[in-house]
């Protein structure tokens, strides 16, 4: 099943993902920093969900409160609850 969240504070505006026994997958960012955004999806393919919201929850970009690695971790955790 794929969820999609509408980002909060980031200049992406929504994050598509899938979670398939408990492990993170397709994650696609639509706008944002295309390279940066790229990266995370990446590095987090496969990994298991409760490893890449621990690692990304809190991260800030520059003054903003959050961030788009941030607004993942919120997806997730909003997608692993509605499992």
């Not at 969900?49 to 929850?57: G, L, N, Q, T, Y």
């Amino acid at each position: 099943m794929t969820y999609q969240y509408r980002t909060k504070g980031t200049c992406s505006s929504q994050i598509l993902l899938e979670i398939v026994d408990g492990k993170v997958h397709n994650v696609q960012f639509i706008g944002g920093c295309s390279g940066n955004t790229q990266g995370v999806a990446r590095l987090i393919e496969g990994m298991d969900v409760d490893e890449a919201i621990s690692r990304m929850k809190g991260i800030r970009c520059g003054m903003r409160p959050t961030s788009c690695p941030d607004q993942l971790a919120k997806a997730l955790e909003l997608a692993k609850s509605e499992q």
